[in-house]
């Protein structure tokens, strides 16, 4: 499978899985408070990750 997606692209992605967490959150904030450092590490884990994926997706050599 190849997959290559513009930055912009991902806006809307972003916004929406960012809406969805804060509704979850401000509505289970009593669940989740007891997760906290578990969500923090995975948030750090799993963004770094999504980075580094997509940062070896740069090629500044074409311009479209």
Request: hydrophobic share 55%.
């Amino acid at each position: 499978m190849h997959f290559k997606i513009k930055w912009w692209q991902l806006i809307p992605y972003e916004i929406a899985v960012l809406s969805f967490g804060i509704i979850i959150g401000s509505y289970w904030h009593y669940f989740f408070v007891d997760f906290l450092y578990l969500f923090l590490l995975l948030l750090l884990i799993c963004g770094g990750y999504v980075i580094y994926v997509f940062a070896g997706q740069i090629d500044a050599s074409k311009n479209d």
